[in-house]
């Protein structure tokens, strides 16, 4: 079966400080990955997606970039975090259905 | 412009009682639907879909509707239960858009014993 892991769980990081979250995903080949990210009383935003090693785009212009090393691997960084960068991000997978599923999710703090 | 919105940020029940969670859409290229259950601080959970072709799909104590000319779906949960209580999110994909998720901006459900 498949498994999508995330690290770190929770993050507290200040103001100007870069940023490195993972994503890893086991049991499929060549999944589609997707960054979301939660904002406190809000809904899920996409951030990035990607449909291969090397393959990225974005959804929304910000200070974040993602990157696919490998193919069962996402990471999302920032060289420098501002306080609106705080929030709860997610790493999905999907293969060829619709059905994305979830990790379990970073919570990010700002200060 | 929000494409997919679930317009009752939250929505209390009675254990036991049907819990209805409304959500509309605006685009009518969505051919597929889904609603995820995310309890705080974890991921969202896949509960159930439906294709643009059903209107109706079950899966034990939930069940979602489809209401293409209104551009609605809802999801029902009977009987509710205090586990139930979490945050719904609806979601819509297009084949034309490469299957990318559309979120509404959820509903939390509290359901009291």
């Known amino acids: 079966s498949q498994t999508i892991h995330q690290w770190p769980a929770t993050l507290v990081q200040p103001v100007g400080s870069p940023l490195s979250l993972e994503c890893t995903v086991e049991?499929?080949?060549?999944?589609?990955l997707y960054w979301y990210r939660q904002a406190a009383g809000r809904g899920l935003q996409l951030l990035f997606y990607s449909v291969g090693i090397g393959q990225i785009s974005s959804e929304v212009p910000q200070n974040l970039s993602a990157s696919r090393p490998q193919d069962r691997q996402f990471i999302l960084s920032s060289k420098k975090l501002l306080l609106s960068d705080s929030g709860f991000y997610l790493c999905?997978?999907?293969?060829?259905?619709?059905?994305?599923?979830f990790g379990p999710g970073t919570r990010l703090t700002v200060l | 412009d929000q494409q997919v919105k679930q317009n009752s940020p939250s929505l209390s029940v009675q254990e036991g009682r049907i819990s209805i969670l409304n959500c509309d859409y605006t685009n009518s290229m969505f051919d597929y639907f889904l609603w995820y259950k995310k309890y705080p601080a974890e991921g969202p959970t896949f509960l159930i879909s439906?294709?643009?072709?059903?209107d109706k799909n079950e899966d034990g104590r939930f069940t979602v509707f489809l209401n293409k000319s209104a551009k609605h779906l809802s999801l029902h949960i009977v009987p509710s239960q205090p586990g139930d209580s979490a945050v719904y999110f609806c979601a819509a994909s297009s084949n034309n858009a490469g299957n990318m998720l559309t979120f509404g901006g959820g509903t939390r459900l509290m359901v009291k014993p």
């Open positions: 439906i294709s643009s072709i059903k």
């Open positions: 999905a997978w999907s293969d060829l259905a619709d059905t994305q599923y």
């Open positions: 049991g499929t080949s060549n999944p589609n």
